[in-house]
């Protein structure tokens, strides 16, 4: 069975813009979950969609927005970037949101 | 509420010692903790949970961790390092059993196995 994967792996960007991040689940999985992951701050919880909804949110600014299809992929975006956004981007889906995360590789984010 | 500790930012081992990781958590409920390993430039592994049931749990890579409710802390060992154990390791404490809504990941501990 694939694991989850993840697109784009690297991506530069510049303040002010846009990003788009994509993440397929495991087949199976409904459940999926976004992390930022900083130097700084660790790791740190986005939000989870599951069944195309919004289930739960981390305590991120709104510029932070995501969404779910029918086949359970997800898209992550931020709509204004700033220098600070810089990160890895973990993206980990499970069978119902309980129980064991599995995690992809992540996209690396850089900002400038 | 719940938080997790990791004792350690760095722990260095000679290759062939044992490995010990430190974790102490805090949680308002029962909780579920998990041990979590990232190579770099890779996402997280499982290494390890538990979930109530036996306090001695053993994970994959021949490393195991203890719950100990009385010390409030699931220290992470292995009996031999490895080469291949070199990465960042991360405890992990959930509210609901893992769920993505109640995990509360530590600062981590970043492993380094001296040859």
């Known amino acids: 069975k694939a694991g989850v994967t993840q697109t784009p792996r690297y991506l530069i960007k510049t303040r002010g813009q846009q990003v788009t991040l994509s993440c397929s689940p495991i087949?199976?999985?409904?459940?999926v979950s976004w992390y930022q992951q900083t130097p700084g701050q660790g790791l740190q919880f986005l939000f989870e969609?599951?069944?195309?909804?919004?289930?739960n949110k981390g305590n991120f600014p709104g510029q932070f927005s995501g969404r779910q299809f029918s086949n359970s992929r997800s898209e992550m975006n931020v709509s204004t970037l700033e220098l600070g956004d810089s990160a890895l981007y973990l993206c980990?889906?499970?069978?119902?949101?309980?129980?064991?995360?599995?995690f992809g590789p992540g996209t690396r984010l850089t900002v400038l | 509420a719940q938080s997790v500790t990791q004792l350690d930012s760095h722990v260095s081992v000679s290759e062939g010692t044992p490995v010990l990781l430190r974790c102490n958590y805090s949680?308002?409920?029962?909780?579920?903790l998990f041990w979590y390993v990232q190579h770099p430039n890779k996402g997280l592994q499982l290494l390890l949970k538990?979930?109530?049931?036996?306090?001695l749990v053993k994970g994959i890579n021949g490393f195991e961790a203890e719950f100990k409710k009385s010390e409030t802390s699931f220290h992470l060992t292995k009996p031999s390092a490895h080469m291949s154990d070199a990465a960042e390791y991360f405890c992990?404490?959930?509210?609901?059993?893992?769920?993505?809504?109640?995990?509360?990941f530590g600062k981590g501990t970043h492993l380094i196995i001296q040859p």
């Open positions: 980990a889906s499970s069978l119902e949101g309980a129980g064991e995360q599995f």
């Open positions: 087949s199976g999985h409904r459940s």
């Open positions: 969609y599951f069944s195309e909804t919004q289930r």
């Open positions: 949680s308002s409920y029962s909780p579920s």
């Open positions: 538990y979930t109530s049931a036996a306090t």
């Open positions: 992990v404490v959930s509210k609901s059993g893992g769920g993505a809504d109640g995990l509360t």
